[in-house]
């Protein structure tokens, strides 16, 4: 069964560094998804890709954060400089045009803590 | 916007028994799904069940159901023939399916806790 991809499942760095994320979404899904879900909490839309186009990036701290989707495959979320509030979960979901519902299938997620 | 609540923080059932975990959600649109996730301790979020708003008939996977009351905006998840499988975190989720920019974002309930004891 198809599933997304992420890497690293672990980071550990120290406050003021930059940090970067990897997300290999299901083949031929073209919607990608970044979520932050801090822990104890439900995840909250970080950034929305369609194919390599922002759609939606309203919650996405542009001042530390950004994403891209050159190909419109796989995807990079970048975090520099790091703040020890940015410890959290950092969930990517795609899902696929052709489905009514665009069910969203999540990866495994990196569990970030800035010390 | 959208908010979605899950009241439950913590719920716990015997192996073999039912439970239900409560969901309510605020919208003015008459046209969206709603989605329970479930989430084990270190891994990864997998769906559960899906329901469309339009649908009247109430969404059905094995031993899982949900009772959707579209009027209270209510969305409750019934677990039975409870299994230690099931503990995990679930979350209840809203998605518009209208267009804009929000089209396509799951908005999320804060979660509950399910413990099983054997």
């Known amino acids: 069964e198809a599933e997304v991809a992420q890497s690293p499942r672990y980071k550990i760095t120290e406050k003021s560094q ?10 031929g899904h073209a919607t990608l998804y ?18 390599e186009s922002v759609v939606d990036d309203s919650q996405l701290p542009k001042d ?19 703040e020890l509030g940015d410890s959290a979960m950092y969930l990517c979901a795609s899902s696929n045009l052709g489905q009514l519902d665009r069910t969203q299938y999540f990866g495994p997620g990196t569990r970030l803590t800035v010390l | ?23 309510t959600y605020d919208t003015s649109e008459s046209d969206y799904y709603l989605f329970w996730y479930k989430q084990p301790p270190s891994r990864q979020m997998i ?9 009247q008939q109430n969404a059905t996977e ?13 969305f409750s998840l019934k677990i039975s023939d409870s299994q230690l499988g099931d503990a995990a975190m679930y979350f209840c989720a809203y998605r518009s399916a209208s267009g804009g920019t929000s089209y396509g974002k799951l908005t999320f309930g804060q979660g509950t806790i399910l413990t099983v004891h054997p």
């Not at chain 1, 970044?34 to 194919?51: A, C, K, N, S, T």
């Not at chain 1, 050159?70 to 990079?76: E, Y």
């Not at chain 2, 094995?62 to 209510?74: E, G, I």
């Open chain 1, 34 to 51: 970044w979520y932050r879900q801090i822990l104890g909490q439900g995840p909250e839309l970080l950034v929305q890709f369609q194919d």
């Open chain 1, 64 to 82: 530390r954060f950004s994403a891209e989707r050159l190909k419109g495959v796989d995807s990079t979320l970048k975090i520099q400089p790091a």
């Open chain 2, 62 to 74: 094995n031993r899982f159901s949900v009772n959707f009351q579209k009027a209270a905006k209510s």
């Open chain 2, 1 to 23: 916007a959208q908010t979605v609540t899950q009241s439950q923080p913590e719920m716990s059932v015997q192996e073999a028994e039912t439970v239900t975990l409560s969901c």
């Open chain 1, 18 to 27: 930059a940090v970067a994320f990897w997300c290999d979404p299901i083949s």
């Open chain 2, 47 to 55: 769906l559960v069940i899906r329901q469309e708003a339009y649908k």
